[in-house]
């Protein structure tokens, strides 16, 4: 993404206008346009025009639209962004209120407007994504007898590319063969899937990450494959197939994957792998139950409020996905939290909901945090106000 | 003659007249089932009964269902006493339009005539509209008596007809005949031989001849026709069709006794349609040829139309065939249907469909009890990774003879060849190529063999912890568990912290409640008493800590690779001294016979997809957790929800018909994509289907620490990513009433808990199912779905 032109107040309202480049750059697009904010961006509309007679014709005209955004929707495997809303300004050929989806595309400009002005989790999404030294994407296939997930992983995203699931028969007596014919039909179908959705030859890491021995078969079947084939390219770039294990094929287990130590000398400090090693020290701590972890958001907000995530380590951890919300209200919630933590010397760390590090704290209310001192009972107040809540329900069911 | 020209030329106002639309058994089926039976009774009846009519008979027998000699009683009965006055009755009815024939078999009933007097009209009486009620006929026949009486057809026996009358009535009989009559075959002749009567002696054959064309004329004639089609005769429309057909038979006419013959029963519909030429063949064959000829043989002689004509009894074979089918038949009224049904059940027809895979209809249960057969067990084999688990297997079936010297020597030379010696026995049960060249097992063995007692199935499971999935699918179809236990320095210690531990515990969350402990290679540590004992005190203390009864646990003190203790008592001086208990085998005995679940709705949880053969191109295997199967069943799978049908099965790799909880079997399918199958879906009856969820509440006890966090689901084969979205409460332990906090935060090892766990994938669960989950190669927790 690049960044065209900057022109924001003090007070935090004004326009920035952006040119995105890449398929991860409408991700950052995603979490940055809200509704009703102003986007202004080229459009093809269809303009049906009625002459004197009555009779119709409809044209497709190239026009830029300025629209009240009013709803977003991501596709993460194409990458493509479609926002809809109504028109805010009029023109020559649509009228202001109408209805209007733009799909933003690569290599166009675009301009947006915030409603409520540019806040600082916003100008971080926007600093994140003009940020010009990428950590380029790394493909990994996930798998175990029988599945294989190939997916995409990127700084802020990680895409689920395909899944592939034959059947294999399993071993029974006096019929190993057909365990390994199945096997090798496995990975036959898996490489030409996977080489239909990334480019292995590229000199980047490809991780190889399975249970048991299905990584490593699969290893050497791509290379008995390029050496069958007379692949030099991919023969050449055979050194960069990391095998690692992983518990199981499932796609969450590339949390394993990611904090192993193979792929940490390969990836170093990505932002992925530093997500992740944040999400398994906040799970150590809570396991220790020591006070020094909390999750859920009232939980969290009190944590803050008591300065307890400031400097000397406290970090919070925010999915992104909550600051998507509809609510201007909750996103500024958020907001605000973010910023006190950042005051008071803590590490605000946005994590991105596509990754798996972000899935998981996804599970924990998608928000949490780790504290400079023990807090104890955080929860209590609130487990008081839910407790009256079930004790209404009761009563109703007595009735 | 094409058909299509019959039809052209039928005269259909001849067809309306005999057609007579509300008839109460009107299908050629229930016809044909009455000709036969009239055929019998007149049989069965005395000469003198030839005033009965069809009419009565089929009534008789209608009423008798069928039962001739009942039938023939009740006509004796009824009719054989008062002929005289069923005549005068017929007479009054007034069918005089009818008297010449009398003329016609004057002569030939004759003999007849001396033994009882005849009457014209009790010949006509198998004439079905005979029956109808005399005011019906009397405005029917009074325009006709008129001319029928001029003509000479009085009822004094002297026909006075003209000649050209003759020559027109018998031109328009035989315009008739061959209108209705085939081209070919006997019948031409004959109905050259009736006209040729006609033409010899022209008064007999102007009578001949008289009332077909007296019977057709004023059909068309006179408006009255319509009266005509009240009248209750059995013939239904499409009968003409078939009459053109009907050349002498040879069967049926055959066996009808000589008096019959003059009394010859219409066939389908020559008695509406050609009634004058129904009578005129016995005339002539009593006439030309003598009657025990006749009766003997010669089918052109006798009537033709006796008995049901081949094309009657071709057209009844069609019928009973397309009911049966329900197949192509012509399109039928619901009362034929009916009708259908009645005549099927008569004549005990097998009409049941063909399935598509014919099933046996087995009473599964009753024939699983009537079976005299062994206990059946399965167990499970668990331990540590190097355990030596396959090692004491193959030892076991090696020792039992399940497996042959020659097939260990051959594993021998090449697991030397390997370098790996030890593993040769192993290799009974690591048969995949990758397993034997890792020497690991990774994938669940099943083996059999059996003692004087019980059919065991071995299920070897791996040790190694990336391979725990396929042991849990093991685990899942156990009825007791096997733990084997590495006896030698250090690993024993190693094996404590790793899988014997966690495996001892996932199957005690799988519900097996008994376990027996083979402290393995003892023959490392020189039999060492000391040893073993400290190793039992560690194991049961734990295994007593993880649910497991004292009772129900057992330690055997054996070595898989030399064979001490397994089968055979050790002759180790060293064992010997200070252990005399059972061998592993004796242990393995005293299993008790697990109870079934077997009156539950079917289950199975597949645990292979394959190709069973050219024969049966999908094959699936996997245990039967409740109910009871046969070949033919209907099975639905879950969760594709796709029908299917088994069309073989084989329970322990021999063909059977049935199988019941608990035991395994493979089964092939039919009609079904192997698309819709997966490894750990279910097959359930259609009747009762299992539910498919996508998030369930479960009573876990934690290995771990529980957050909401993401774990796959194991449950047998089945396996499915998803996440603890809430941990509802912390569970006491003994009560299981909910303690301390709401929502807790966190589930620490051991404790009870009650989660809530969302899947990616809807999946076939239902409760009561134990399922474990895991996390990150680690099991986490185990419980009981609510």
């Known amino acids: 993404m690049r960044l065209i032109k900057q022109n924001i107040e003090r007070d935090g309202s004004g326009s920035i206008t952006l040119y995105p480049e890449e398929p991860e750059d409408m991700w950052h697009a995603y979490n940055l346009i809200q509704p009703t904010d102003l986007l202004r961006a080229s459009a093809i509309r269809r303009v049906t025009t009625e002459s004197s007679t009555g009779s119709t014709s409809s044209t497709r005209v190239h026009i830029t639209l300025s629209i009240r955004v009013t709803s977003i929707d991501f596709d993460p495997q194409a990458g493509q962004l479609h926002v809809s809303g109504r028109v805010s300004e009029e023109n020559k050929w649509v009228k202001v209120g109408a209805y209007h989806t733009l799909d933003l595309e690569l290599q166009r400009n675009f301009t947006l407007e915030k409603s409520e002005g540019w806040d600082s989790v916003s100008l971080d999404v926007v600093k994140e994504a003009i940020k010009q030294d990428k950590e380029g994407t790394v493909p990994a296939v996930v798998m175990q007898e029988g599945l294989a997930n190939i997916c995409l992983i990127t700084e802020y995203q990680t895409v689920l590319k395909q899944r592939v699931e034959t059947g294999i028969p399993r071993k029974r007596s006096g019929r190993a063969s057909d365990h390994d014919k199945g096997l090798s039909k496995f990975y036959q179908v898996t490489l030409e899937t996977l080489l239909r959705h990334v480019d292995i030859t590229q000199p980047r890491p490809l991780l190889l990450a399975s249970p048991g021995f299905t990584a490593a078969g699969f290893q050497k079947y791509i290379i008995d494959e390029a050496t069958r084939t007379g692949n030099k390219a991919l023969l050449a770039n055979k050194s960069n197939f990391v095998v690692v294990h992983s518990s199981s094929g499932h796609l969450h287990s590339l949390n394993e994957v990611l904090k192993s130590p193979e792929v940490l000398a390969k990836l170093k400090d990505t932002k992925y792998a530093r997500e992740t090693r944040l999400m398994d020290d906040f799970l150590t701590l809570l396991r220790k139950d020591d006070g020094r972890a909390w999750y859920g958001p009232s939980e969290v907000e009190k944590a803050v409020e008591k300065g307890a995530v400031g400097r000397g380590g406290g970090v919070l951890l925010i999915s992104n996905a909550l600051f998507r919300s509809q609510e201007i209200g909750t996103r500024k919630r958020w907001v605000t939290l973010v910023d006190k933590v950042k005051e008071d010397g803590g590490d605000a760390r946005v994590l991105s909901s596509d990754h798996e590090s972000g899935k998981r704290l996804e599970g924990l209310g998608g928000i949490a945090a780790i504290l400079t001192f023990p807090l104890e009972d955080l929860d209590e107040e609130e487990e008081e106000g839910e407790d009256s809540v079930p004790n209404e329900t009761e009563q109703g069911s007595i009735i | ?786």
């Open chain 2, 1 to 786: 003659m094409s058909r299509h020209k019959l039809v052209k030329n039928l005269d259909l106002d001849d067809e309306m007249d005999d057609y007579d639309g509300g008839d109460d058994y009107a299908d050629d089926d229930t016809e044909e089932n009455l000709r036969l039976g009239t055929i019998r009774v007149r049989e069965e009846l005395p000469e003198a009964s030839g005033h009965i009519t069809d009419r009565q008979i089929q009534d008789a027998l209608w009423h008798y269902y069928y039962d001739v000699d009942k039938s023939v009683a009740y006509l004796i009965k009824e009719y054989m006493a008062k002929p005289k006055k069923e005549q005068k009755k017929k007479v009054a009815g007034g069918f005089y339009l009818f008297f010449p024939t009398l003329q016609v078999h004057g002569g030939e009933l004759s003999s007849k005539a001396c033994s009882k007097p005849f009457s014209f009209a009790e010949f006509f009486k198998d004439t079905p509209w005979l029956n109808v009620p005399p005011e019906r006929q009397a405005v029917f026949i009074a325009p006709l008596y008129p001319r029928g009486g001029l003509l000479g057809g009085s009822s004094d026996g002297a026909p006075k007809m003209s000649k050209l009358q003759a020559l027109a009535a018998a031109r328009k009989k035989k315009a008739q005949e061959q209108k209705a009559s085939e081209s070919s075959g006997v019948e031409k002749p004959m109905a050259g031989l009736s006209l040729n009567e006609s033409a010899s002696g022209p008064s007999v054959g102007s009578e001949a001849t008289e009332p077909s064309s007296a019977l057709k004329q004023p059909s068309r004639r006179f408006p009255l026709l319509k009266r005509k089609d009240s009248k209750p005769h059995e013939k239904s429309q499409k009968a003409p069709p078939h009459v053109e057909k009907e050349p002498e038979t040879n069967d049926i006419p055959m066996s009808i006794s000589p008096g019959d013959l003059d009394q010859a029963e219409p066939s389908a519909f020559a008695s509406t349609m050609f009634n004058s030429r129904d009578r005129s063949p016995p005339k002539h064959s009593a006439n030309l040829f003598t009657l025990p000829y006749a009766a003997t043989a010669t089918p052109a002689t006798t009537d033709p139309f006796a008995g049901p004509s081949p094309d009657d009894v071709v057209t009844a074979a069609q019928s009973k065939v397309a009911s049966g089918k329900g197949g192509k038949g012509p399109p039928k009224t619901s009362v034929e249907k009916k009708t259908d049904q009645i005549a099927n059940g008569v004549e005990a027809l097998k009409i049941d469909d063909t399935p598509k895979v014919t099933s046996k209809n087995l009473d599964v249960l009753k024939e699983f009890e009537q079976k005299e057969k062994k206990n059946e067990a399965n167990f499970v084999v668990i331990g540590h990774v190097d355990a030596g688990k396959s090692t004491l297997m193959g030892r076991l079936l090696y020792d039992l003879k399940v497996v042959d010297q020659r097939t260990i020597d051959r594993y021998r030379k090449e697991a030397e060849k390997m370098g790996k010696s030890s593993f040769a026995l192993a290799w009974v049960l690591d048969q995949g190529t990758e397993e034997r060249t890792r020497g690991v097992t990774i994938d669940i063995a099943m083996n059999k063999f059996s003692t004087n007692k019980t059919n065991f199935t071995i299920l070897d499971a791996p040790g190694h912890r990336d391979f725990i999935p396929n042991m849990i699918a093991g685990a899942s179809q156990a009825d007791f568990a096997v733990l084997v236990i590495d006896a030698s320095t250090g690993s024993f210690e190693s094996g404590l912290k790793g899988q014997t531990k966690e495996h001892a515990l996932l199957v005690r969350s799988m519900g097996v409640s008994r376990i027996i402990i083979a402290v393995n290679k003892l023959d490392t540590v020189a039999w060492s008493q000391e040893r073993f004992d400290e190793i039992s005190q560690q194991v049961s203390a734990f295994l007593t800590s993880a649910g497991f009864l004292p009772k129900n646990v057992a330690f055997i003190p054996c070595s898989g690779l030399h064979g001490d203790n397994i089968v055979r008592k050790s002759t180790e001086p060293g064992l010997t001294s200070w252990y005399n208990g059972p061998t592993l085998v004796e242990e393995l005995d005293n299993s008790e016979p697990i109870t079934r679940a077997l009156t539950r709705p079917l289950r199975i949880t597949i645990g292979d997809i394959f190709r069973g053969g050219v024969q049966n191109p999908l094959s699936i295997s996997g245990r039967i957790e409740s109910g009871s199967l046969q070949t033919g069943d209907a099975l639905l799978a879950q969760p594709a929800g796709e029908k299917c049908f088994i069309k073989a099965l084989e329970v322990d790799s021999e063909p059977a018909d049935w199988a019941v909880a608990g035991q395994n079997v493979t089964i092939h399918l039919s009609d079904i994509d192997p698309i819709h199958l997966k490894v750990g879906d279910v097959l359930c009856s259609p009747t009762s289907p299992i539910k498919i969820i996508k998030e369930f509440t479960a009573k876990v006890l934690a290995f771990e620490f529980l957050t909401p966090m993401q774990i796959d689901v194991h449950r047998g084969r089945l396996h499915t990513p998803g996440r603890i979205r809430e941990i509802v409460s912390l569970l006491d332990k003994g009560s299981g009433a909910p303690t301390g906090k709401k929502r807790p935060r966190i589930v620490k090892p051991a404790q009870l808990a009650r989660v809530i766990v969302e899947l990616e994938a809807a999946v076939p669960l239902e409760a009561p199912a134990r399922v474990v989950l895991r996390s990150n190669g680690a099991t986490v927790a185990a419980g009981l779905l609510e």
